[in-house]
């Protein structure tokens, strides 16, 4: 087990200090992780033999309504949002955010996936800042716009979002739209 704690924390993987002084308390923890193409968002309860996950989101499941998900704020609150919804009996309960070895940065992906499971519901115990004007993503649309009048930069970065036809001028009302059929459904 020795072994296994220093090779995970060698690896960047884990950091125990503060996984430690998390489980100390006993709540369950929002984990939120993110990489290039995608946001996890779990709730995770500690148990001995391993962490159980009770419930999780993905940003990929945003295709079935409508979003094209990337790895940006209005992403992660979405994702967020989401998670709030599927977790229906952890309602009411108070949670931890876990972020991991993230740093922790007002403003960061990681706040917005936990400002949206705070908006969709979940108690979590933590300070949460983040620009509402950035949650909708009102600064890439008005981005997209500049590029567009430097069009390598247009071109080059939103290549993606053209192949899948999603306007991002458009991104707010879409957003909106969404953020809708998340809350109704």
């Not at 997209?144 to 899948?164: E, M, N």
């Amino acid at each position: 087990m020795q072994k296994l704690r220093r090779a995970r924390r060698k690896k960047a993987l884990t950091n125990y200090k503060k996984r430690i002084a998390m489980l100390k308390g006993g709540l369950a923890r929002v984990v939120v992780r993110k990489s290039n193409r995608a946001i996890n968002v779990q709730i995770a309860e500690y148990d001995s033999t391993g962490d159980k996950v009770v419930t999780s989101a993905n940003s990929r499941e945003l295709k079935a309504f409508g979003w094209e998900p990337r790895s940006n704020i209005p992403t992660a609150y979405l994702t967020g949002l989401l998670l709030a919804k599927k977790a229906k009996d952890m309602k009411g309960k108070e949670l931890i955010l876990d972020i991991g070895l993230y740093r922790p940065m007002k403003g960061s992906v990681i706040f917005a996936a936990a400002k949206g499971s705070v908006d969709g519901g979940i108690n979590i115990i933590s300070s949460i800042e983040i620009d509402a004007k950035r949650l909708s993503g009102s600064h890439i649309a008005d981005y997209s716009i500049k590029g567009d009048a430097l069009a390598k930069a247009s071109k080059s970065q939103f290549t993606a979002y053209a192949k899948a036809k999603f306007d991002i001028s458009r991104m707010t009302e879409k957003f909106e739209e969404v953020k809708k059929k998340i809350l109704s459904g």
